[in-house]
């Protein structure tokens, strides 16, 4: 079955960074793009970054773009975010999944099974 383990999240100070990972199995990874999603409390999951299946190409969540990578490795089963300059506004549970629809311009969860996530919280 799939599963989905984020971790390397934490408390920091806002302009500071976190790498997260997530440790994916269950499914053929290494054809399937993969995505961050986050969740702040009282808002919907929202794609905070994806990545195609071979790593060639990444898009990026408008809030995010030019201060987080995505980067994957398919020798591992892993995908990461690198996180940079952090704001408060990017306190949340992230999420790993399979990104459905990446390149269509609609990209959402590939999978219904979430991992327990990891919490980023930035402290202002």
């Known amino acids: 079955q799939v599963q989905l383990v984020e971790s390397g999240g934490g408390l920091v100070q806002a302009g500071e960074s976190l790498s997260l990972s997530c440790a994916a199995s269950?499914?053929?990874?290494?054809?399937?793009?993969m995505g961050w999603f986050r969740q702040a409390p009282g808002k919907e999951r929202d794609l905070v970054a994806a990545?195609?299946?071979?790593?060639?190409?990444?898009t990026y969540g408008d809030s995010v773009k030019g201060r987080f990578i995505i980067s994957r490795d398919n020798a591992k089963d892993m995908v990461y975010l690198q996180m940079n300059s952090l704001k408060s506004e990017d306190t949340a549970v992230y999420y790993c999944?399979?990104?459905?629809?990446?390149?269509?311009?609609?990209?959402?969860?590939?999978?219904?099974?979430w991992g327990q996530g990891t919490q980023v919280t930035v402290s202002s």
């Open positions: 999944n399979g990104a459905l629809g990446y390149g269509s311009g609609w990209v959402r969860p590939w999978s219904s099974s």
């Open positions: 990545i195609s299946s071979k790593g060639g190409s990444t």
């Open positions: 269950g499914f053929g990874f290494n054809n399937q793009a």
